[in-house]
């Protein structure tokens, strides 16, 4: 099996940058894709980007030019770097791992997530 645990999160303002962190543990041979999801109340689970064991990326629209995903493999670490950070990027956001790419975005393509860490920008 795998774990994800993230952390990093917590309160900015907004214009501000914010870095998550996803420590990946257990049986990672298992995973090709990795990425982050947020969820804020009363909305759907959203795709924020992926990265793949190719080291391909893809965002969503509403953060591409702000936010980037990257990963250190030796370190078993997923990020994502958060720049101009808006208040509509307020959510619970989430890492996540599979086995295969797709479409990323839909989190039921996703074998494992993590617990989640809080994003607040005010």
């Known amino acids: 099996d795998v774990q994800l645990v993230e952390s990093g999160g917590g309160s900015a303002l907004a214009g501000g940058s914010v870095r998550l962190a996803c420590a990946v543990s257990?049986?990672?041979?298992?995973?090709?894709?990795l990425a982050w999801f947020r969820q804020a109340p009363g909305k759907e689970r959203e795709g924020v980007a992926t990265?793949?064991?190719?080291?391909?990326?893809d965002y969503a629209d509403s953060v591409k030019g702000r936010f980037t995903i990257s990963k250190v493999n030796a370190k078993n670490t997923l990020y994502l770097q958060m720049n101009s950070l808006k208040p509509e990027d307020t959510a619970m956001y989430y890492c996540?791992?599979?086995?295969?790419?797709?479409?990323?975005?839909?989190?039921?393509?996703?074998?494992?997530w993590g617990q989640g860490t809080q994003v607040t920008v005010s």
């Open positions: 996540a791992a599979g086995a295969c790419g797709g479409r990323w975005y839909e989190p039921s393509r996703y074998n494992y």
């Open positions: 257990g049986y990672t041979d298992s995973i090709y894709v």
């Open positions: 990265i793949t064991g190719r080291d391909t990326t």
